[in-house]
C-alpha cells in the first residue's frame, strides 16, 4: 500500500482529485469485506479513469471474482 498512498499523494498534489480503495489495519469481518468490495466497485463506476498501481506485475482477474469493468480510455487497447 506504499506505493498506492506515494501515487496518491503525488497526484493530489498535482491537483487530481484521487478516490482511492480503503484501508483497513485491523482484521475485518467477511461482511465488512463483501461491503468493503461492493463500495470499491462503486467508486470505480464513478471514476473518469483508472489508474492499476500493480507492484508485483500480476495480471488476471482478481481472487473474488471476473473483472467488471472492461479497460477504458486512452491506456486500453
Known amino acids: 500500500m506504499d506505493e498506492m498512498r506515494a501515487v496518491n499523494r503525488d497526484l493530489t498534489f498535482a491537483g487530481v482529485i484521487v ?5 483497513a489495519d485491523e482484521m475485518i469481518t467477511d461482511k465488512q ?3 468493503l468490495d461492493a463500495l470499491h ?3 470505480i463506476d464513478l471514476a473518469d ?15 473474488t471474482g471476473p473483472r467488471r469493468h472492461p479497460p477504458r480510455g486512452p491506456w486500453s487497447a
Open 19 to 23: 478516490v482511492a480503495p480503503g484501508e
Open 41 to 43: 466497485l462503486r467508486k
Open 33 to 35: 469485506k463483501t461491503a
Open 49 to 63: 479513469r483508472v489508474l492499476v498501481v500493480n507492484v508485483n506485475l500480476r495480471l488476471g482477474s482478481p481472487p
